[in-house]
């Protein structure tokens, strides 16, 4: 990828870069985070695996695509490596893959991270995590269905890093196999060994651990209590990104690995996952991103003004030659609006957005100027959703197109925002009158783009 020097990358928080993690890494100082998350590609399944589809995730992947595992190593070890120099000593980092390239990816990062002396607790890789789910089965398939990630967690210093425990509920076999005694007054405990004499057997060196007083059963290395955001009873969180990772599956990672306050990094960051739980548990965030699509969802997840955005943006020229679904889609959410999906039939409707007066405000937008003719098939489409107000964005909007707004609003009492792309980079949608939610509605993203 070529290096755009121009672009000046200081180090801010709560901030989503936008280009090459390896690029924006570089310019950041060392030591400065606290905790790093990453859930980088593979390069298993193309169509699956590339949601933004825009010029710059593209060209992230086209030279490793024929390359293999090796390729997809080299590529990943100079970011590994730039960011553990970014690591505060006492940091974490955890990296989310799954068995395409968990072993190449852990042999990696013990080079990087270093082995320590190899016993158990004195290395500086702390766990392989094993994320379980379930999900639909081929029942033809000659494998055993595959139903997990592996998450790897390593230090930088074995002996001073932030780990605070998290407990689960005990499960109604454990209490019964474990929970067995009853005292006098019916409460039900266990033994455990106190560590302060005794062979931690018989009574001599053990104390009593009631049920009701315990705080659960410690989270351990697999869990299978965190749901994907495709399950079902998930949908309000499921963007429709495949790839997407649930908030409390970071939420899980966050708490245990940061304190209130902590800065908290994501260089490979989608649609935000990390940064949006980041932010619900009051810790500082920052996430990079190659793909303007996907900072410019974030930045419409979270808010466009509880965050910065810095780096490449598209040029004028490429959105003129962007695919005009993409484009659409684009044009829909940084104005922090949902695309309407349908390629045909979506009688003049390309979104909706909510204004403090009137909800599902029709948005159109055209990759051509906008002119009188097409202002007036915007009308009957405001008025046959029985809306008051309107949104159209395109490149420019001819003098004859902006006299037919100014006279709608004056005879028929219609008010349509007209709003110019180059606008777009210097305002926030609610400029606009646009409500900034803290709740993005959810929007299948991935059959959107399909129809590229
Ligand atoms: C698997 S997704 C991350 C999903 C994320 N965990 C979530 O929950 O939304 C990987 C992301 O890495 C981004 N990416 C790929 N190559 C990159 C690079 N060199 N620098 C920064 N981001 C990159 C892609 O644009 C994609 O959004």
Not at 192 to 201: A, C, F, H, L
Not at 269 to 294: H, Q, W, Y
Not at 402 to 428: G, H, Q, S, W, Y
Request: hydrophobic share 30%.
């Amino acid at each position: 990828m070529v290096e755009n020097l121009k672009v000046k990358y200081d180090f801010k928080l709560d901030t989503i870069y936008c280009g090459d993690n390896e690029i924006v890494l570089k310019r950041f100082p060392p030591k400065s985070v606290d905790l790093i998350y990453i859930d980088p590609p593979f390069f298993s399944n193309q169509q699956y695996e590339i949601l933004w589809k825009d010029g710059y995730e593209i060209q992230a992947y086209k030279d490793r695509w024929e390359g293999g595992i090796e390729k997809y190593i080299d590529w990943m070890k100079p970011k590994i490596e730039l960011l553990y120099r970014v690591l505060k000593d006492s940091g974490s980092f955890y990296l989310h893959c799954d068995y395409h390239a968990s072993a190449y990816l852990k042999v990696l990062c013990d080079k990087i991270f270093g082995n320590g002396d190899n016993n158990i607790g004195r290395t500086y890789f702390k766990n392989e995590i094993v994320w379980c789910y379930s999900g639909r089965e081929h029942p033809k398939s000659k494998v055993f269905p595959r139903k997990h990630d592996i998450i790897l967690f390593y230090v930088k210093n074995k002996k001073n890093y932030t780990f605070n425990p998290e407990f689960g509920s005990y499960r109604p076999e454990y209490i019964k196999n474990f929970f067995k005694e009853k005292d006098e007054d019916g409460r039900l405990y266990q033994t455990q060994p106190n560590g302060k004499g005794g062979n931690g057997y018989g009574n001599k060196g053990r104390y009593r651990q009631y049920l009701d007083e315990s705080k659960g059963i410690r989270i351990n290395d697999w869990w299978d209590d965190i749901k994907p955001v495709w399950h079902r009873g998930q949908q309000k969180e499921h963007l429709g990104y495949p790839t997407q990772k649930p908030i409390s599956l970071l939420k899980r990672i966050i708490e245990t690995s940061s304190n209130v306050g902590d800065i908290v990094l994501d260089s490979f960051c989608g649609c935000g996952t990390t940064l949006v739980a980041s932010k619900e548990l009051n810790r500082r965030f920052i996430g990079i991103d190659v793909s303007p699509l996907a900072c410019d969802e974030i930045a419409t997840r979270i808010g466009y003004s509880k965050l910065n955005i810095i780096g490449q943006k598209y040029s004028i020229s490429e959105l003129k030659k962007m695919n005009h679904f993409t484009f659409q889609y684009w044009f829909v959410r940084r104005i922090g609006g949902t695309p309407n999906p349908r390629k045909t039939g979506d009688k003049g409707i390309d979104g909706k957005v909510d204004t403090k007066k009137e909800l599902n405000c029709p948005i159109e937008i055209k990759q051509h100027n906008i002119t009188r003719p097409d202002v007036d098939k915007f009308e009957t489409v405001i008025k046959r959703n029985n809306k008051k107000t309107g949104y159209m964005g395109a490149f420019e909007f001819t003098k004859g197109a902006i006299e037919e707004i100014a006279r709608f609003k004056r005879e028929e009492k219609l008010t349509i925002i007209p709003i110019i792309v180059k606008d777009l980079f210097k305002n926030e949608p609610k400029k606009y009158g646009i409500i900034e939610k803290d709740k993005l509605k959810t929007v299948n993203i991935s059959k959107f783009l399909k129809k590229q």
